[in-house]
């Protein structure tokens, strides 16, 4: 089946750690983006990418870092810079200009 | 001008009422209109979408309803259902731009048996 797979679905990160987020599509989809949702909030766009190699910052961008080696992939990076990196982390793909985004199941991450 | 205004931002309706949901916008290349249903713990999931050439579109017990010239734009749920309970996001595009998203900040709905 054709999908986005987010993984892990809960992740723990030590203060001053780095952790990456892992997105995965095999939708064909030439873009991906990342949001950030908090609890009773709407969708924050972290980075995006339109191809591969190339990506753009979106609202809050700070603290984050991405890549964008293949068309599949769009790995996000937590960095101990993001001060509050508590959050529920969405990856989306889109493709065709008629079908919107398909997002991903999300990854929950705590910081402990 | 790339806003999108929802509202309300919670909902609460009974078993078989109708759920309205609106939606605002400015910009006028604005040219495809989703909206997602969120459950929780679940990623956002496309429940309709609209085009601006039409007014109205109907899927089972989801409308969307569009108002090209107030620029606004309302999913409704009839018969409203305890399963219908979600958080409802409205979108837009601009076709000419970068095709990103540009999100409502939510609608929590909550059907009461």
């Known amino acids: 089946d054709g999908g986005i797979t987010q993984s892990p679905k809960y992740l723990f990160r030590k203060e001053g750690q780095n952790v990456t987020l892992s997105c995965e599509q095999n939708l064909n989809h030439d873009a991906m983006y990342w949001y950030r949702q908090d609890p009773g909030q709407g969708l924050r766009l972290i980075y995006y990418s339109q191809i591969v190699n190339d990506f753009q910052k979106g609202d809050i961008a700070e603290g984050y870092s991405v890549s964008r080696e293949k068309k599949e992939s769009f790995p996000l990076t937590v960095t101990s810079a993001q001060k509050n990196p508590t959050a529920f982390y969405l990856c989306?793909?889109?493709?065709?200009?008629?079908?919107?985004?398909?997002f991903g199941s999300g990854t929950r991450l705590t910081v402990v | 001008q790339q806003q999108v205004k929802q509202s309300p931002q919670s909902l609460i309706v009974q078993k078989g009422g109708i759920s309205i949901i609106n939606c605002a916008y400015e910009n006028t290349a604005f040219d495809y209109f989703p909206w997602y249903q969120q459950f929780p713990g679940k990623g956002p999931a496309l429940l309709i979408a609209?085009?601006?050439?039409?007014s109205e579109k109907k899927e089972g017990r989801f409308t969307i309803s569009f108002n090209k010239s107030a620029k606004q734009f309302s999913l409704h749920i009839m018969d409203s259902q305890p399963g219908d309970s979600a958080t409802y996001f409205c979108a837009a595009r601009n076709q000419g731009g970068s095709e990103k998203l540009v999100f409502g900040k939510g609608t929590k709905l909550t059907v009461n048996p």
């Open positions: 609209i085009r601006p050439d039409v």
């Open positions: 989306a793909s889109s493709g065709a200009a008629n079908y919107g985004y398909t």
